[in-house]
């Protein structure tokens, strides 16, 4: 009878793992161990693993579920969806103050306060979006009150008040052939410009664009925001390419000429110019 190995000699026996080919038996490899070395690998396994968890424990664990933690990321995203929403409501706010500042030009309204968001062109230092007061001197309301008794809305260029439209560079917004010309009598307040189908139309100047939209009359209709309360329409595009709020510079493409709208008969564009809500003839300060 053999005798019992002690404890000690157990762990210290040598033992050793080989592995062979199944087909023929050959040796591939072979792996030397006691069971004294694989206590020692597996406590050490254990204590990795047991501070690996212990770490993890108080760092990721903590965040996820301290409650001052996760207070704190509730308030960063609350404070970051509140500049969103103030940003975005400033952003209608000013996209409102163009429209209305386009009806009242339409209008004829030329009133103390009214927003005149092509400031910005005048190279100052307020950014583009922001809106300034226009105050019109005494001298403007009683030339306004003259110029109402007129039985038509016509600028006489010769006046010192149009003086500002001198000093902008007018971009042609398309060249072809003018088939209809401005006529007030007739309530044509623009230029008809015959011209090919898909013709890109040009920006009379620099801008902010304050319409952009479809109508049943003129279709697809564009209106930019110059600077001196001038606005320029483009009506019976195919096709616009920019849209309400947008900058755009002189001779920048923003339609393509169409035969949208029902008041059409053909490919065309009918451009008109509007200064404080009066029609101006395009012909005297564009050449076509």
Not at 243 to 264: D, H, L, P, Q, R
């Given at each position: 009878?053999?005798?019992?190995?002690?404890?000690?000699?157990?762990?210290?026996?040598?033992?050793?793992?080989?592995?062979?080919?199944?087909?023929?038996?050959?040796?591939?490899?072979?792996?030397?161990?006691?069971?004294?070395k694989l206590m020692v690998i597996s406590a050490s396994l254990f204590v990795i693993l047991f501070v690996g968890s212990l770490f993890l424990s108080k760092t990721l664990l903590a965040k996820w579920f301290d409650p001052k933690h996760a207070q704190m990321e509730a308030n960063k995203k609350l404070y970051e969806l509140a500049l969103k929403v103030d940003s975005l409501a400033v952003e209608?706010?000013?996209?409102?103050?163009?429209?209305?500042?386009?009806?009242?030009?339409?209008?004829?309204?030329?009133?103390?306060?009214?927003?005149?968001?092509?400031?910005?062109?005048?190279?100052?230092?307020?950014?583009?979006?922001?809106?300034?007061?226009?105050?019109?001197?005494?001298?403007?309301?009683?030339?306004?009150?003259?110029?109402?008794?007129?039985?038509?809305?016509?600028?006489?260029?010769?006046?010192?008040?149009?003086?500002?439209?001198?000093?902008?560079?007018?971009?042609?917004?398309?060249?072809?052939?003018?088939?209809?010309?401005?006529?007030?009598?007739?309530?044509?307040?623009?230029?008809?410009?015959?011209?090919?189908?898909?013709?890109?139309?040009?920006?009379?100047?620099?801008?902010?664009?304050?319409?952009?939209?479809?109508?049943?009359?003129?279709?697809?209709?564009?209106?930019?925001?110059?600077?001196?309360?001038?606005?320029?329409?483009?009506?019976?595009?195919?096709?616009?390419?920019?849209?309400?709020?947008?900058?755009?510079?002189?001779?920048?493409?923003?339609?393509?000429?169409?035969?949208?709208?029902?008041?059409?008969?053909?490919?065309?564009?009918?451009?008109?110019?509007?200064?404080?809500?009066?029609?101006?003839?395009?012909?005297?300060?564009?050449?076509?």
């Amino acid at each position: 009878m053999k005798p019992k190995k002690t404890l000690s000699e157990r762990l210290t026996t040598k033992y050793q793992l080989v592995i062979r080919n199944e087909e023929n038996l050959a040796e591939k490899s072979n792996i030397g161990f006691t069971y004294a070395k694989l206590m020692v690998i597996s406590a050490s396994l254990f204590v990795i693993l047991f501070v690996g968890s212990l770490f993890l424990s108080k760092t990721l664990l903590a965040k996820w579920f301290d409650p001052k933690h996760a207070q704190m990321e509730a308030n960063k995203k609350l404070y970051e969806l509140a500049l969103k929403v103030d940003s975005l409501a400033v952003e209608v706010n000013q996209k409102d103050m163009f429209i209305q500042n386009f009806q009242r030009i339409l209008s004829g309204d030329t009133s103390s306060g009214f927003s005149d968001p092509a400031e910005a062109l005048e190279g100052n230092d307020k950014p583009l979006n922001v809106v300034g007061n226009l105050n019109l001197a005494p001298s403007d309301s009683s030339f306004r009150k003259e110029f109402e008794k007129n039985e038509f809305s016509v600028v006489s260029l010769t006046s010192g008040k149009y003086r500002e439209l001198e000093e902008i560079f007018f971009f042609t917004p398309i060249t072809g052939f003018i088939s209809d010309h401005y006529d007030v009598k007739k309530g044509h307040y623009g230029i008809d410009i015959v011209a090919k189908s898909n013709e890109p139309v040009k920006c009379l100047a620099d801008g902010m664009v304050i319409m952009a939209s479809w109508t049943q009359d003129s279709g697809n209709v564009i209106a930019v925001q110059h600077r001196g309360n001038l606005v320029s329409v483009y009506k019976h595009n195919a096709g616009l390419l920019k849209k309400v709020g947008n900058f755009v510079n002189a001779g920048e493409i923003i339609s393509i000429v169409g035969n949208s709208g029902e008041m059409t008969d053909g490919p065309h564009l009918h451009f008109e110019m509007w200064y404080n809500g009066n029609s101006l003839n395009p012909e005297d300060f564009v050449t076509f």
